[in-house]
């Protein structure tokens, strides 16, 4: 008995050291497994996720980097509130299904480019200047993300250089939704921001995904051309609602940064979808979406133009479905199209953001000038 208490006196700085290299080389190894595994566009620090996955404990301060800047920069006249995308989860099934931000505010970003990015939502909650929607406008945007322009100021947008190159634009986008989303917006504001054209961006790399799961919500309802929740005329209490809803938000998520407890999020879109279901369900829906909003462009004497937006990460099978079911839809409708095709995004690398998925400033001035260019020729074509 004595040599064996000998033994693991002698040996036992040893065998703690063994013990928490082998604990660190478990977490490394955790953590990069759920690298290759998490969404792409996963929303949360994939390292801070991991980490809680291995030792079961709250996430770090840095997840609350957004509610620390609105809690820095609101004030009881004058709130800061996040760029929200409306998510059914969170609310009572009879609320107004909101498609847009709260109204004369100020709207908190992302933060890809290394800085937050804000601004202020004209009368209807939209990434417009103040009383956009009494000019008539050249062109409409409708789209997501990219369409909004997430995590860059109003000036390195594609709307912002679109209007610096003297075109009146309307920007209707709404970053995370989907092609059911942007018909929903179209069905809802399009009639108030009387256009020319409706420039309809379509994210390849995700767009079955959301449409997945929009299929499933109050959104499916706007596939019947008859539909409409009367946004507009309800605008006030949509309006309150929000407001309400997100300050009620920004509250409990106060409690939880100050327990110690991780943020609740949707962690992605459409995790069920591949390949096979996307050709044989999804691609069809997309088709029908894709006719629903050329009648609603027709309804309001504009023209539809599309732009086929691509991803050089994503899944390239399922841009490339994407991409052959709207270019058929176009083709068939005569439609013109523009398609910025992962070839031409693989070469210019340098238009994204170093930390996640969407443009910088350059990629966003770049594609805007594309699309002005393309506008000013007309016809179909692809980069």
Not at 57 to 67: D, M, V
Not at 217 to 229: M, N, V
Request: contains cysteine; charged residues 25%; aromatic residues 10%.
């Amino acid at each position: 008995m004595n040599w064996i208490k000998k033994t693991l006196k002698k040996y036992s700085a040893t065998l703690f050291i063994t013990v928490m290299v082998l604990f660190i080389l478990e977490s490394i190894s955790s953590i990069a497994y759920y690298q290759l595994v998490k969404p792409v566009n996963y929303n949360i620090s994939s390292t801070i996720e991991a980490i809680l996955k291995v030792t079961g404990k709250p996430t770090s301060s840095s997840q609350y980097k957004k509610l620390v800047e609105i809690n820095k920069k609101s004030s009881a006249e004058d709130m800061l509130y996040p760029n929200y995308l409306y998510e059914p989860q969170f609310h009572h099934p009879r609320e107004f299904y909101s498609l847009s931000n709260i109204a004369n505010s100020r709207i908190i970003g992302c933060d890809e480019a290394g800085y937050f990015n804000y601004w202020k939502s004209d009368e209807f909650g939209f990434r417009n200047p103040a009383k956009t929607y009494e000019t008539h406008s050249d062109i409409l945007l409708i789209g997501d993300s990219f369409t909004e322009g997430a995590c860059e100021n109003e000036m390195g947008t594609i709307a912002g250089y679109l209007r610096s190159s003297g075109l009146k634009v309307a920007n209707i986008g709404k970053t995370g939704s989907g092609p059911l989303y942007q018909l929903a917006t179209l069905v809802e504001y399009a009639p108030v921001y009387k256009n020319n054209k409706v420039v309809w961006i379509i994210f390849t790399a995700n767009d079955l995904r959301n449409l997945r799961e929009e299929k499933t919500t109050q959104l499916s309802a706007y596939l019947d051309a008859s539909y409409s929740q009367q946004l507009v005329k309800n605008s006030e209490k949509v309006n309150k609602q929000l407001k309400g809803f997100l300050e009620k938000q920004i509250s409990n998520s106060n409690r939880r940064m100050k327990n110690g407890l991780p943020l609740i999020v949707n962690t992605g879109y459409g995790e069920s979808l591949d390949l096979i279901d996307a050709e044989s369900k999804e691609s069809f829906i997309l088709r029908e979406v894709a006719s629903r909003i050329l009648t609603e462009v027709k309804k309001i004497d504009s023209e539809l133009k599309i732009v086929i937006l691509n991803h050089h990460k994503y899944d390239k099978e399922i841009q490339e479905l994407t991409s052959k079911v709207i270019k058929e839809f176009a083709v068939s409708r005569d439609i013109d199209y523009l398609e910025i095709s992962r070839e031409y995004l693989n070469k210019n690398k340098s238009m994204y953001t170093e930390r996640g998925m969407h443009f910088n400033k350059d990629g966003y001035r770049a594609i805007g000038e594309e699309i002005r260019a393309w506008l000013d020729g007309e016809g179909n074509k692809v980069l």
